[in-house]
């Protein structure tokens, strides 16, 4: 089945993957959490996505970063120090005997209630952390064939709503985003901001290089993306003229290319928004035109560079 920038070869060795819960490891078919958790009953909580590389998580501090600070947003207490957490991490990722490849979903839901409500003062326990490591690399087949994605209705909400800053376990708006764009037959969902302004994709950031200018939108109705801040740090590291702006539909489909981040993928081409194609592709087969490819070299040295395992 295509699930756009997150498909992916299934590896055998994820049969046999320990998945930690509160520290403990589990076998994969035994690694279960209560019905009366938090993040079961009320999608309570935040998470992380992590990309294992050389024996390292690629921008840990980054990532901690965001958890922690989403975890303060919604006034709950995580229960381990950053140095904690990050040991725990690297302990079930020992205990797999894993080192590269491999992609981590870490994630922090407030933990067990007394019954199913949403008051978080009927909570009776501490959190609820959870580590899944799973080996997993991007479709190859993807990253050639670049990305169809279709702007769908489904609008990101204010920061008087739903911040989209926060990295919460509540996604159903991107899952009702990614439904209309299964069902329009594209990969993902573009979607847009309240004034219809281009946003973000329902899992990944949205880029476009006009001019050989790269633009993203303003960043007020999306994800602090860590993969988004480190290709525009990348930019202006290397010369390469990069804007946080709004923009419409119309400047998307005038682009010279465009591009998606995540940390799972990486950069990975746009060939089509809306029925419209994007850019002239190269010619041999390979949708990722220049600046883009240039871009994801970059990216991908700069986060082997930059994996790092505390001391």
Not at 164 to 180: D, E, F, V
């Amino acid at each position: 089945m295509a699930t756009g920038t997150h498909e992916y070869d299934d590896d055998p060795r994820n049969a046999d993957i320990l998945i930690s819960v509160n520290g403990e490891l589990f076998p994969r078919e035994k690694a279960v959490v209560s019905v009366f958790d938090s993040g079961f009953i009320l999608g309570d909580g935040v998470w992380e996505g992590l990309r294992v590389i050389g024996g390292g998580v690629a921008f840990l501090d980054a990532h901690l970063d965001r958890l922690y600070e989403g975890a303060k947003s919604i006034d709950m207490d995580i229960g381990l120090s950053r140095e904690g957490l990050a040991s725990r991490i690297f302990d079930c990722l020992d205990a797999n005997a894993m080192s590269d490849g491999v992609h981590v979903r870490l994630m922090v839901t407030r933990g067990l209630k007394k019954t199913p409500y949403q008051d978080p003062r009927v909570t009776i326990g501490p959190a609820t952390v959870v580590i899944i490591p799973e080996y997993k690399t991007a479709s190859e087949d993807i990253r050639r064939r670049g990305l169809n994605l279709f702007t769908v209705h489904i609008r990101r909400t204010a920061p008087d709503m739903q911040d989209q800053k926060l990295n919460s376990h509540s996604k159903l708006n991107c899952i009702l985003a990614c439904i209309q764009a299964t069902k329009a037959g594209a990969d993902e969902a573009l979607m847009l901001d309240p004034d219809g302004a281009v946003a973000t994709c329902n899992s990944t950031h949205f880029f476009i290089v006009r001019d050989g200018e790269v633009w993203t939108s303003d960043g007020l109705y999306c994800l602090g993306g860590i993969t988004r801040a480190n290709v525009l740090r990348v930019c202006r590291d290397n010369g390469v003229p990069a804007r946080e702006k709004r923009f419409s539909l119309v400047d998307v489909y005038g682009a010279d290319e465009a591009f998606v981040t995540g940390t799972f993928a990486g950069l990975t081409a746009v060939h089509q928004v809306d029925g419209r194609l994007i850019g002239t592709p190269p010619g041999d087969g390979e949708r990722t035109g220049p600046v883009t490819r240039r871009l994801a070299g970059l990216y991908k040295e700069l986060a082997r560079r930059e994996s790092v395992r505390p001391a």
